[in-house]
Structure formats: C-alpha cells, structure tokens
C-alpha cells in the first residue's frame, strides 16, 4: 500500500508509476485520491496529471464532492473546471439519480446525458423512470429532455416530444401534468394543460389551456406574488370560446384575484371577483357535484391603528348573478376609540359612516346614514357582591331625517361561591361546587324615528326587565404520590328575562354537559315555556372522542416495529326531540382511521340518520406508500350522489402525479 501527498493532492493504492516527461501518476489496484476541495475519487485504476490538474478513471469508479456523487466504468475529470465525462455513469443530482451511456458535466450546474434516464428511486431496478435520448440537467432547477418516455418498472406508460422536470428543492419552471378524460355532459376534455413559470423568488405565473369537446377552448392564467411582510396576492384571469351548436362560439371570462399589502401605516386587503355572465363557473367547475355559489364579493378595506384608536375605510361589492341583485357600500367607514378611564369610569366610543346601495330589477334604492355608539361603564366589589353598572348611548342621522337617538343603563350584579367536599370517592380526593348567580336590570327608552332606505323605523322600542342566570361547576381533583390532577367532570345552567310591561317570564334556556371520563362527554339543551309548561328545542349530544384501539387492547408498540398510525374511532349521536318547531331527529356520525400495514393508511367515516334508516353521506380515503410513489384515493357519497377521486404521484415530484382524469378513459364514472 502506498500513500503519498503531493501539492494538496492525497493518493493511495496498491502500487504507483510515476512518469515526469509527462507529468503523469498511475495508480493501480483499489487507487483512492482525495483533493483539498474535497473531491474524493475511489477506482480501479487511476491516471492524474499533475500540470493540467485532470484525473482519468478506468474500471467502476465513484466520484463525490460537496453536492454530488457518480458511479460509473469510464471517468475524466478536470479538477480545475469541474467538468468531465463518464460513460455507463449514474449521478445523484438533488432529487434524484441521473443515468446515462455519456455523461457530460459541462460547469458546475449543468449536466447533459445521452440515452439517460432520471429517477427519484434509489433501487438498482427502480419502480419508475424517464427516459431520454437527450437531457441536459439543471442543477437546483429542472431537467429538459426529448424525447420523452415515462416507464413504470419496465412498462412504458407516456411518451411526448419534449418535457421539462423540476428536479431542484426550490420551486422551478416547468409543465404540469394535465387532466385526461371523459365527461357524460361535456364529452372528452383534457383540462389543466399548463405551464408553471418561477419569474422570481416571491413571483411566479401559470398558463393553462382547456380543451373540453363540447364546450371549447378555455385560456387562463394565474399570477401570484408574495414578498415577505410587505405584499402579496393573485390575478387569475380566463377567457373561454363556448361552442353554440351551429352557430359558431361566443366568448365568457372571468376576473378574481386578491391582494394584502402595508402601506402608509395602513393593513390593505382587496379582493375582486367578476364573470361574464350568471353561469360562468357552473360549466367550467371540474366537480359540479360539489359546486355551490351564489354570490360574487368585492371589496377593498384599509384599516390603521392610530393613538387614539383604530380607522377602517370599506370599499364592497355583493353581487349576486342568479338573482341579478347587486348591494353597494361605497364607502363604509369606521372609527373606534380607545377607551378613556377616569376616576373609575371607562368611556369607549365609536362612530360610523356608511353609504349604501341596492340595484334589483325594481331598480335602485340607496341611502346614507351616520351614526355612533357610546358607553360607559364601571365595577365595585361589595364584600363578596361584584356591581358593573354601565350606560349606553347611540345616534343616528340618515340623509331623509334629522338627528336619532336611543339610550339604556344595564346593572348587572353577580357573585361566585365556592364549596368542598369532606368526602372522596376511589382516587378522587375532593369534589369542588364552583356557583355562579347574577341578575341584571336593564332599561332602554324608546328611540326616535328614524327614515332608512324610505322605510320609517325607530332606534329602539322602550323595554325594561330583568336578566337571570345560574351556572354550575362541578370539578374533582385526584392525588397519585406527587401527582395531582384537576379537571371538571358536570356543568350546568338556567337563565331567563322577565319584562316588566308585559309581567311574562321568556322561556327558560337550560344547558348541561357531563364528562364523567376523557373525551366521553354527554351534553343536553333545552327550552321551557312556564306558560305552556312544554320543553322544545331540546338536544341530547353523546360524544365518544378520539379512542385508540391499541390502547384499549393493549397493544404496545415495540422499539423495532416500523412507526405505524394506531387506529382511532370515534361517533358522536344526537337526538333532537320533536315539537310544533321543528321534527324529531336521530343522527349518528362515526370515523375510524389507522394503518392496516406501515404501508397502508384508511380513514372512514359517515353521517347516518335512526330514523329514517339511511345514510347522509360517507366518505372513504386510502393512502398506499408505493416506495417512491404515492396513491391517493377518496370516494364519498352525498344525496345520492357519488364521487371519486385517484391520485397517483412521485414522493420526491408531487408535481408529476396521474389523477382521476387519467384514469376516466378506463373506469366508469
């Protein structure tokens, strides 16, 4: 064994020839060399030239330096540049591995391979592959090959001209995969045929086309942009040629985008969303199952905070295209100040301007108004008693009326009374009774008239009552050597108002719920009428919690066995109590999910209602880890409705994936 350093360089091998003239180092048998660079070169035999700083390879070599690593029978190797050529070679380039009959590193960043493939799969065989006849890749971008052919194991699946694949770790420009199919309304399509551009790093765009047979040709672009802490939002504009039987087409788009930005001392959020005509998204939603909108919001809002309180100024647009009704608020604003304390007192208030517009096929109708809200509040504690007296004023003034007013007082009075138990039961040391009484007097005088939208009106009708309530806490507390735990096991309340005009009691709103162990919890709402002495509006809510099975079997997880997702389930049950309101009601919603295998992951779950013995929907996802691959897959139902969904897509690329689309050609819808 020799070892010999020589100008930064570190050899080693079996045995060395050295040849001047030439400036030549052979080395033979297991020959290593290692570079102050951190170049380190492993190969059969070794050839170095010493003035032109080139290294040459015969036999398997492997080659590694700071990013990369290539194995392969041929190497030549410039140490200075950093390029060379290798023959039968495979290169680790970011994602994946680069295979060719001739490699060629042409700079730092580049890599062109003939007759090559690229793979993200480490295996000797690996599950899929592209393959080239030219490719030239990018380092930390994408690689440009044609032709290419997309091979599941040895099957050869896609073949195209040309393509680009994004191979680095930051985001990179290049084709998505499209959406092949068939539609029973829309007969063949291929949706989604796009390209992705980076334009910068807070900047990028998507061009897209969709061809759909029996409806078009549709072109769209989405453009998004994102600088951090200062702006960001999207434009995303389409523009569709609809087919019109025999008489030619007619042209439909669309215009939505968003936008948040700081500006001035000002938060700015924007949001517009406009379309030629009522029907717009209803053709061109992919899953129309699941389409439901009936409105088009616009607005733009700037709000800013200012030393005595906050400013918002609203721009908004409600437009709804079914109906052809449009509201208008341009503008609304709004100031809210700080509140003011003084000797005890808090003084807050508001003032707010809005103008307003409603254009139906009756026509418009508009007004404006302005108006302001204030209180003023304050708190005493009388022994064991808190008293929180507070007082209200509101204004306002519409351009069809003079100036309007309303006041009230409120005078809430409230305790909280502790109690424990001399008794324990099994772990639990004690139980705490936490009581919570209050009763509140309230009055508001009767407000002006006021004239919105040429209606008369008045701020307020003149009342005066009372407001009573009681709630009920009940805690435990268990002691284990030094561990303590608290949690609380019942809660429950009444409240009512009584009016003193009418000397009539409003029903009684009774809530409880009960958790006698960890995510089981039983709860019930209801209302009673004193008059009627009838319950209605009443609940029952049995929630059965995340559980996980492994637990409850007993199951352990061992050190050894790969990281699998226990199983869990859970149901939650609902009875609803039938009245001269509504009908009784018996539902019952049920999940479960975990990993059959460390390979597969289940989730189901469904909506089901007793009494009419059917199901409201159910749902079903599977994930299955294919090594270097993923497949997706969901169905769910709905109103008997069904739908499903298959996805299939590189671990390393999720930008190369085959959808449900794809598969439409050969399943049934």
């Known amino acids: 064994m020799i070892n010999l350093l020589l100008a930064e360089i570190f050899f080693k091998g079996g045995y060395l020839e050295y ?20 170049v380190e ?90 393959v080239s006849h030219r490719m030239r890749v990018l380092r930390k971008d994408l690689a440009v090959v044609r032709p290419l052919i997309f091979y599941i194991m040895d099957l050869p699946i896609v073949a195209l001209p040309f393509w680009f694949l994004p191979v680095g770790k930051e985001r990179s420009s290049g084709f998505l995969p499209p959406l092949v199919g068939v539609s029973s309304q829309d007969g063949k399509y291929i949706r989604g045929l796009s390209f992705y551009l980076v334009i910068n790093g807070y900047q990028d765009v998507t061009f897209s086309v969709d061809i759909i047979e029996r409806r078009g040709v549709r072109f769209s672009s989405d453009y998004v942009y994102h600088i951090y802490k200062t702006l960001k939002g999207n434009i995303n504009i389409s523009y569709a040629y609809d087919l019109v039987g025999d008489k030619g087409y007619r042209r439909r788009w669309s215009l939505r985008g968003g936008h948040e930005q700081s500006l001035f001392g000002f938060d700015i959020s924007a949001k ?47 437009f709804d295209p079914l109906r052809n ?113 209050s009763i509140s007097f309230f ?20 009342s005066k009552g009372l407001n009573i309530s009681l709630d009920n806490t009940y805690e435990y507390k ?12 019942l809660q ?23 958790t006698p162990i960890s995510r089981v919890s039983a709860s019930i709402i209801s209302n009673y009428n004193h008059y009627s002495k009838r319950f209605f509006g009443t609940q029952i809510i049995l929630n059965f919690g995340s559980f996980n099975l492994n637990e409850i079997f007993g199951i352990k997880d061992t050190i050894n066995q790969p990281q699998i997702q226990p199983w869990n389930f859970g149901f939650t049950y609902t009875y609803s109590f039938g009245d001269f309101i509504s009908k009784s009601q018996s539902i019952l919603r049920f999940y479960i999910s975990g990993d059959p295998t460390k390979n597969w992951s289940i989730s189901y779950n469904f909506t089901y209602d007793l009494l009419s013995k059917r199901f409201l929907d159910q749902s079903l996802n599977l994930r299955r880890d294919l090594h270097c691959w993923v497949l997706e897959g969901r169905w769910s139902w709905f109103g008997g409705i069904s739908v499903y969904d298959v996805k299939i897509y590189v671990k390393a690329i999720p930008e190369i994936a085959i959808r449900r689309g794809f598969l439409d050609i050969l399943l049934p819808r």
């Open 325 to 437: 009704r449009t509201e208008r608020r341009i503008p609304e604003a709004s100031l809210s100040l700080l509140p003011l304390n003084l000797l005890g007192f808090s003084l807050s208030s508001s003032y707010n301007f809005l103008n307003t517009e409603n254009i139906d096929s009756s026509g418009k109708k508009g007004y404006k108004l302005l108006s302001s809200s204030h209180n003023i509040s304050t708190s005493y504690n009388l022994i064991f008693l808190s008293f929180s007296p507070s007082a209200y004023l509101n204004t306002a003034t519409t351009d069809s009326t003079n100036f309007a007013k309303v006041w009230g007082i409120n005078l809430p009075l409230s305790t909280t009374l502790y109690g424990v138990s001399l008794f324990g039961i099994g772990p639990i040391k004690r139980f705490r009774h936490i009581l919570r009484p």
């Open 492 to 514: 429950w309340g009444v409240s009512t108002n009584y009016i003193f005009d009418s000397s009539r009691i409003s029903p009684i709103r009774l809530n409880s719920n009960f």
């Open 272 to 318: 517009g969303d406009f379309i030629s005509d009522a029907y717009y998204v209803q053709d061109y939603a992919e899953v129309k199952d699941n389409w439901v909108q009936s409105e088009l919001v616009s607005f733009l809002t700037a709000r800013r905070r200012l030393r005595f309180g906050l400013l918002g100024i609203n721009l908004y647009n409600r």
């Open 478 to 489: 268990i002691q284990r050597d030094t561990l303590v735990r608290k949690g609380t096991f």
């Open 19 to 38: 040849f001047p003239q030439e400036g030549l180092i052979v080395l033979y048998d297991s020959a290593y060399i290692r570079t102050s660079e951190g």
């Open 41 to 130: 070169l492993y190969a059969d035999t070794v050839r170095y030239w010493k003035e032109l700083n080139v290294i040459e390879a015969r036999g398997k070599f492997l080659l590694k330096d700071r990013e990369s690593q290539t194995t392969g029978e041929y190497l030549k190797y410039n140490i200075n540049t950093g390029t060379g050529i290798a023959k039968k070679s495979r290169t680790f380039i970011e994602k994946g591995w680069v295979e060719g009959e001739v490699v060629y590193k042409t700079s730092e960043n580049s890599v062109y391979v003939e007759d090559g493939s690229f793979t993200t799969c480490e295996l000797e065989r690996p599950h899929y592959r592209f």
């Open 443 to 462: 009055y508001q005088a009767r407000g002006d008239s006021i004239i919105i939208g040429g209606n008369r009106t008045t701020l307020g009708q003149e």
